[in-house]
């Protein structure tokens, strides 16, 4: 795939609603009061401007994820660790038979870039798209005032584990952010810990329902684990995943709490391949070969478990690894 060079172009703000428009490769954007405009040379498209935002800031917090993140079933990203896809149509069927599908790669961090100026200009104060709809304000109307808080919370390394002495998480129960409305009725006990002696202020445990159930944010990690390639992410979540995320490798769920309705479609044509509801308690592994959408009718608590391999997309890319778990493992 050849990588394009490009950076954002920016026009004058508009005299009606004053927001700028964007030029980035042969892609455009424009925004009004309640949509965003994208067009390429080969076609167009049209999409709420809510969902937009909503997925344009988890597309440059979760640094394009792992796979294809579908802003809806036309435009979206797909990550090749290094260098990002923008595309229009490729992944929809009737686009590509229509021959108005598009697509341009570029260098990952200018596409970062692009998306940071657009998402700077677009959200005003009083709207956070990493909120769940009824915590925060609305994005559409005219241009209103900047935002001087990050719209992007980044993650933030733990330098001890979370309530140790010298634990900084901003998240930890010592943060001020209160438990969140929907789980207010939850019981938070907290754990003994019985520690040997000389060991005194290196050993806790924590109630990581007490955790999640502070996180500010929805559809975005709490917080995250890593050891080695192994990577566990726990979330609130709260109305739509505003995307729709197309795996390059299995991915796992674990519902901790309420319940979430999955919606599952064939990655490449997005035709229905199932549904699934999750409830407490219920384990599940997407496939490497889905796009999946997740629906939280109130807020939940979920586990998400990835593997972070790095030649893990090309195996399953390839055939080398089969799109399901069990027969991967049996394969490995
Ligand atoms: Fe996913």
């Given at each position: 795939?050849?990588?394009?060079?490009?950076?954002?172009?920016?026009?004058?703000?508009?005299?009606?609603?004053?927001?700028?428009?964007?030029?980035?490769?042969?892609?455009?954007?424009?925004?009004?009061?309640?949509?965003?405009?994208?067009?390429?040379?080969?076609?167009?498209?049209?999409?709420?401007?809510?969902?937009?935002?909503?997925?344009?800031?988890?597309?440059?917090?979760?640094?394009?994820?792992?796979?294809?993140?579908?802003?809806?079933?036309?435009?979206?990203?797909?990550?090749?660790?290094?260098?990002?896809?923008?595309?229009?149509?490729?992944y929809s069927k009737a686009h590509r038979d229509s021959e108005i599908d598009y697509l341009?790669?570029?260098?990952?961090?200018?596409?970062?870039?692009?998306?940071?100026?657009?998402?700077?200009?677009?959200?005003?104060?009083?709207?956070?798209?990493?909120?769940?709809?009824?915590?925060?304000?609305?994005?559409?109307?005219?241009?209103?005032?900047?935002?001087?808080?990050?719209?992007?919370?980044?993650?933030?390394?733990?330098?001890?584990m979370l309530g140790l002495p010298g634990d900084v998480s901003p998240r930890s129960d010592?943060?001020?952010?209160?438990?969140?409305?929907?789980?207010?009725?939850?019981?938070?006990?907290?754990?003994?810990?019985?520690?040997?002696?000389?060991?005194?202020?290196?050993?806790?445990?924590?109630?990581?329902?007490?955790?999640?159930?502070?996180?500010?944010?929805?559809?975005?990690?709490?917080?995250?684990?890593?050891?080695?390639?192994?990577?566990?992410?726990?979330?609130?979540?709260?109305?739509?995943?505003?995307?729709?995320?197309?795996?390059?490798?299995?991915?796992?769920?674990?519902?901790?709490?309420?319940?979430?309705?999955?919606?599952?479609?064939?990655?490449?044509?997005?035709?229905?391949?199932?549904?699934?509801?999750?409830?407490?308690?219920?384990?599940?592994?997407?496939?490497?070969?889905?796009?999946?959408?997740?629906?939280?009718?109130?807020?939940?608590?979920?586990?998400?478990?990835?593997?972070?391999?790095?030649?893990?997309?090309?195996?399953?890319?390839?055939?080398?690894?089969?799109?399901?778990?069990?027969?991967?493992?049996?394969?490995?």
């Amino acid at each position: 795939m050849d990588t394009k060079v490009a950076e954002i172009i920016a026009s004058q703000p508009d005299s009606v609603l004053g927001f700028r428009s964007f030029k980035f490769g042969n892609f455009e954007f424009k925004r009004d009061a309640y949509f965003v405009h994208i067009s390429w040379p080969k076609g167009s498209h049209t999409m709420e401007i809510d969902r937009f935002l909503r997925s344009l800031v988890r597309d440059i917090g979760w640094g394009f994820f792992y796979g294809w993140i579908f802003f809806d079933d036309v435009f979206g990203t797909q990550n090749h660790y290094g260098t990002v896809d923008i595309f229009a149509g490729t992944y929809s069927k009737a686009h590509r038979d229509s021959e108005i599908d598009y697509l341009e790669t570029y260098p990952t961090e200018a596409v970062i870039k692009a998306f940071e100026a657009i998402a700077n200009d677009w959200i005003s104060e009083g709207y956070d798209p990493l909120r769940a709809p009824l915590e925060t304000g609305s994005p559409m109307g005219a241009k209103g005032a900047t935002r001087t808080d990050p719209l992007v919370r980044g993650f933030t390394p733990a330098k001890r584990m979370l309530g140790l002495p010298g634990d900084v998480s901003p998240r930890s129960d010592q943060s001020g952010h209160p438990i969140n409305r929907a789980f207010e009725d939850v019981q938070f006990d907290q754990p003994e810990i019985i520690t040997e002696p000389g060991f005194e202020g290196q050993l806790h445990a924590f109630n990581l329902y007490d955790h999640i159930a502070r996180s500010d944010v929805t559809w975005n990690p709490s917080v995250t684990a890593v050891t080695d390639a192994s990577i566990c992410c726990v979330t609130s979540e709260e109305h739509m995943l505003p995307c729709i995320h197309g795996n390059d490798r299995n991915e796992w769920f674990i519902q901790l709490s309420d319940e979430i309705h999955w919606r599952i479609a064939d990655k490449n044509t997005g035709m229905p391949r199932g549904r699934i509801i999750m409830r407490s308690g219920d384990v599940c592994a997407m496939p490497a070969d889905i796009r999946h959408q997740g629906f939280s009718p109130k807020r939940s608590m979920l586990m998400v478990m990835e593997n972070g391999t790095p030649d893990l997309a090309e195996r399953y890319a390839s055939g080398e690894l089969k799109p399901y778990p069990v027969e991967a493992l049996e394969n490995a």
